[in-house]
């Protein structure tokens, strides 16, 4: 269908669900895609016919293929076929390169570099690329020759190639020789040299050069989109060189176009990403641009000040008159900046984003990945909860009017029986994490609190009831209420439980919902909300025997579901979906005894309550990367005493992946080392090193990733300034 002469309206889409199903998104070459290719040269060389550079581009995802593929896949017999009909269409290849559509021209130029990098016939391709060069008229394929060709250079020589010499001495040819438009081409040729020896020019050689009036803006993809693209692609050309980097955006964030200025915006936020000493040397600039002319370079400026969390506090009052910013993205994200700096100034944007959340200002909670910055609508519960532990009480009112909202979204008859809406989840975890973010404050809202008592969701009420501590102690009564209900309703799930499995007819007639099935996301077990319920209980009125009594009934209860998971060894995946769901049972209910016991320290040893979930943390080291191993470990010192087990779980979460990025796991860990103080010196080395180093430990590509850096570095130095010295 793609070679039928004339308009197809149907082409493009064709085109794409042949690249999805003979390519999609790489990694290996399948037999279609092998015997694909010679089709697609034909087609590509085939005169008249439409989208042929789409096709070459095609075709060059499968020669840049071989460059990235893996053994086994790289020597599978398809890969080979591959190979073998890329090197067959060569001479067809190649003659595209005087093609009249300089779109295919271009195309066929990336190509010819990604091949070249593997192909027997590279010494010929290169020779075509530079006998192009010569003659063409394009500067833009120009300047895209010299970038392309070095970029397969560099990959060659980190992949140790043969061909990384040849195709540097090729880039070198087209960048030494003396040309016809010589100011035209000095910034493609200063940039590629540069990739090449990162010594042959500076910064400052390729920001003049890219500002010099004789550069032609459009032939370079770095001018693209007004000059939004500028700031980095020049810290693109820079490198790992963060002083570089940094000396460029200063000199492109005050630039007299607005689109530069708005790409210097990003490329500091890709900075502060990346390196620590960024945030210190670029925040002035940053919030100089508060006052920027242009709305979306304000919006930026003030979306940066938040990512950098209290280091942006010195801009406060900027960042206050900015609430009353007329294009309301910037407003929002002022008082966003502020509410993460805990300042009062945030509550009343956060009171009418509670009361209006129709409006949509304040986005949900997104986790973004990547090496770059993500400017998105901040979220409203980590503006909450930046707030709240300063502002509680003048947060918890509008909360307290959502949450009942919610109710009159969910109420269905009596409140003894609400369920809640599964659309309204989201809503009410948001609400509830922000009234426990209130702490006492949070007292307040204990009449909504005790219908979500008896609800489907009891915990989540747990969560704020603890946080307000004693100022909730009223609520004993309600919370004892649901230990009891949650521990009927385990018996009866375990014994059915049991009952199913010792059936002889189990497996061929399934019960239509097993026990413990959860009825809506996130509906706990009712053995965790027995024991969440009796941590609750425990922070309010602070009576132990209550906590170890209900403790110790799960433990008997759960004997059944706990039997034979303390053996789960270092298997990698579990041999069924079933044997799965119970290692995933196994390691929550073991967190969740944690966490009581660990509130009790010492006094939770009497009756060897710890030594399942010591068992099962022994026994299952491939979960100690987990949410749920952390609270074990720490339980186990805390009721123990002996901290070799802990260390041994941390220093694994800590420093299994040396240089790679934190998540909310390490972080955790981190916490507990810092709880341990001298009992974990062992891993201060291991801490030294984390905060001697620059570039940030991250796993977000937003401001999560600047706040959790920020954060494991207060809890490490906080944990070595109260190690004893000497």
């Known amino acids: 269908m793609l070679a039928r002469p004339g308009e197809d309206p149907e082409r493009e889409a064709r085109l794409d669900d042949l690249d999805a199903s003979i390519y999609h998104q790489g990694g290996a070459v399948y037999s279609a895609g092998a015997a694909a290719v010679p089709f697609l040269v034909e087609l590509a060389a085939t005169p008249g016919l439409p989208m042929r550079a789409a096709i070459v581009e095609l075709i060059g995802q499968f020669a840049a293929l071989q460059n990235e593929m893996r053994e086994p896949w790289r020597s599978a017999e398809h890969a080979v076929a591959c190979r073998a009909e890329l090197v067959a269409g060569h001479d067809t290849l190649v003659a595209l390169l005087d093609d009249a559509d300089d779109s295919v021209r271009t195309a066929v130029a990336a190509l010819l570099w990604k091949y070249a990098q593997w192909s027997p016939r590279a010494h010929d391709a290169t020779k075509a690329l530079a006998g192009r060069d010569t003659v063409e008229s394009d500067l833009a394929l120009r300047v895209s020759l010299r970038l392309g060709g070095a970029r397969a250079a560099v990959e060659a020589r980190e992949s140790n190639a043969p061909s990384a010499a040849p195709l540097a001495a090729a880039v070198r040819r087209l960048t030494a020789a003396p040309d016809r438009s010589a100011d035209a081409l ?197 503006a909450l909860v930046g707030c709240a532990a300063r502002h509680g009480s003048l947060l918890v009112p509008a909360l307290r009017s959502a949450l009942a909202r919610c109710w009159s979204h969910s109420h269905t008859g009596d409140s003894a029986s609400m369920s809640l809406c599964e659309g309204d989840l989201p809503r009410v975890h948001l609400l509830c994490d922000a009234l426990a973010a209130c702490g006492p404050a949070a007292a307040a809202a204990l009449p909504e609190l005790e219908v979500l008592l008896v609800s489907t969701h009891p915990q989540l009420a747990c969560t704020v009831i603890e946080a307000a501590g004693p100022a909730a102690s009223h609520c004993a009564p309600r919370l004892e209420h649901v230990e009891r209900m949650a521990l009927e309703a385990t018996s009866a799930q375990i014994s059915a439980r049991c009952a199913e499995t010792a059936s002889p007819t189990a497996q061929q007639a399934p019960t239509e919902a097993s026990p413990g099935q959860r009825n809506l996301p996130g509906l706990a077990d009712p053995w965790i909300t027995a024991l969440t319920a009796a941590r609750t209980r425990f922070a309010v009125t602070g009576d132990e025997s209550a906590l170890l009594h209900t403790v110790d009934d799960v433990l008997t209860l759960t004997a059944p579901l706990r039997r034979g998971t303390e053996a789960g060894g270092e298997e990698i995946r579990p041999k069924s979906a079933v044997a799965a769901s119970a290692a995933r049972d196994a390691a929550v209910l073991a967190s969740a005894l944690a966490r009581c016991l660990s509130l009790l320290g010492p006094a939770a040893a009497r009756g060897s309550r710890m030594s399942w979930p010591e068992q099962w943390l022994r026994a299952n080291e491939r979960w100690w990367r987990s949410h749920e191993a952390v609270p074990v470990a720490w339980a186990h010192w805390r009721v123990t005493g002996d901290s070799s087990l802990a260390l041994q779980v941390f220093d694994r979460v800590l420093n299994s992946r040396p240089g790679a990025a934190y998540s909310q796991i390490e972080l955790a860990a981190l916490r507990r080392v810092a709880d341990m103080g001298p009992a974990a010196r062992a891993l201060a080395p291991l801490l030294h090193a984390f905060l001697d180093r620059d570039e940030r430990i991250n796993d977000g590509g937003g401001w999560r990733g600047m706040a959790l850096d920020d954060e494991a570095q207060q809890v490490a130095l906080t944990f070595l300034a109260a190690l004893p010295t000497g």
Not at 267 to 279: H, I, T, V
Not at 290 to 295: I, V
Not at 323 to 337: E, Q
Not at 364 to 376: I, M, Q, V
Request: net charge negative; aromatic share 6%.
């Open 186 to 382: 000095r910034l493609a040729c200063l940039a590629a040299d540069k990739c090449l020896d990162p010594a042959s020019a500076t910064w400052q050689d390729l920001l003049d050069a890219a500002l010099a009036p004789t550069t032609p803006h459009e032939a370079y993809g770095a001018w693209a989109a007004d000059g939004s693209r500028l700031a980095r692609a020049l810290c693109g050309m820079c490198g790992d060189d963060a002083a570089a980097q940094m000396n460029v955006i200063r000199a492109l964030i005050g630039h007299e176009q607005a689109q530069v200025r708005t790409g210097a915006l990003h490329a500091a936020g890709d900075a502060m990403l990346r390196w620590r000493s960024a945030s210190s040397a670029l925040l002035s600039l940053i919030g100089a641009t508060l006052l920027d002319p242009e709305p979306e370079n304000r919006m930026m400026a003030a979306d940066l000040l938040a990512a950098a969390g209290t280091a942006g506090a010195a801009f406060g009052h900027r960042l206050a008159a900015a609430l009353d910013d007329p294009h309301r993205p910037t407003a929002t994200r002022a008082a966003w900046a502020l509410a993460r700096q805990g300042d009062a100034r945030a509550v009343p944007t956060l009171v009418h984003a509670l009361d209006h959340e129709e409006n949509k200002e304040f986005g949900p909670s997104a986790h973004d990945s990547g090496s770059f910055y993500w400017f998105s609508r901040p979220p409203l519960r980590e």
